[in-house]
């Protein structure tokens, strides 16, 4: 799928969660934005047809999206800065305040470990599969 293609399909969602992290007219939530942001992300690479992408389309996306969270929260900050701040003690307590259910957040939380020590993960999900396997 050709960028401008992606912008279009995913211009209006970036700007929704931006306008839904709104606390009034010029001030962001940035802890909700973050939340939110994940939580497309997740979703994004769970099932990318779903959304109307393929796979091959997720490195664009990506990009697509850190451009977005650069404009939003200022350069540098990233797809991966989101994860490591729902992996943090502040993130956390802003999961608590936005009423994350359990399983949002055991998602967010499985993908932080996804993206932040993929190989930890790595060796994780392995010994997962060979308690399973027992």
């Not at 050709?2 to 279009?8: I, P």
């Amino acid at each position: 799928m050709r960028k401008e293609d992606l912008l279009a399909a995913f211009g209006p969602v970036l700007a929704e969660v931006a306008e839904r992290s709104q606390v009034a007219d010029a001030f962001l939530d940035k802890d909700l934005y973050r939340i939110y942001i994940a939580t497309l992300w997740a979703n994004v690479v769970l099932d990318p047809a779903d959304v109307g992408i393929e796979e091959a389309d997720l490195e664009t996306v990506h990009d697509l999206v850190n451009e977005q969270i650069g404009d939003v929260l200022g350069s540098g900050t990233d797809i991966r800065e989101c994860f490591r701040f729902v992996n943090s003690k502040a993130g956390e307590r802003a999961m608590g305040a936005a009423k994350v259910t359990q399983r949002h957040k055991e998602l967010l939380l499985y993908f932080s470990s996804m993206i932040l020590d993929p190989d930890g993960h790595r060796k994780w999900m392995e010994n997962v599969r060979n308690r399973l396997e027992r």
